[in-house]
């Protein structure tokens, strides 16, 4: 049982930057891919990001390419998400998700077998 836990998100104005973090623990990380996800009021679940066991393929969505960077530290059994060029529309829940298996881009929630809590990501002035 992999357990995640995001932290790192809050208030940044428009143009800002953030970085998030999620932790992992209970599994070998570094033969785990792992997301990220954000979910806006309102709405469903989005994939944002992805990345293979030891970080050599990723996969951004459209609109976060550029913007988005995701990364990890298989020796910190952490993942990263730095965020640039924020917008009020990125404001959201940021979700950290793991699955195991051949990593590859896999956007949809339900192929994530663990989810951590979430952290909010505001960004308004």
């Known amino acids: 049982q992999v357990q995640l836990v995001e932290s790192g998100g809050g208030l940044v104005q428009p143009g800002g930057s953030l970085r998030v973090s999620c932790a992992a623990s209970?599994?070998?990380?570094?033969?785990?891919?792992m997301g990220w996800f954000r979910q806006a009021p309102g709405k469903g679940r989005e994939f944002v990001a992805g990345?293979?066991?030891?970080?050599?393929?990723?996969h951004y969505a459209d609109s976060m390419k550029g913007r988005f960077t995701i990364s990890r530290d298989n020796a910190k059994n952490t993942v990263y998400l730095e965020m640039n060029s924020l917008k009020a529309e990125d404001t959201a829940v940021y979700y950290c998700?793991?699955?195991?298996?051949?990593?590859?881009?896999?956007?949809?929630?339900?192929?994530?077998?663990?989810w951590g809590q979430g952290t909010q990501v505001t960004v308004s002035s």
């Open positions: 209970g599994g070998t990380f570094s033969r785990i891919a």
């Open positions: 990345i293979s066991w030891r970080g050599v393929t990723t």
């Open positions: 998700a793991a699955y195991v298996g051949t990593y590859g881009y896999r956007p949809t929630p339900s192929d994530y077998h663990y």
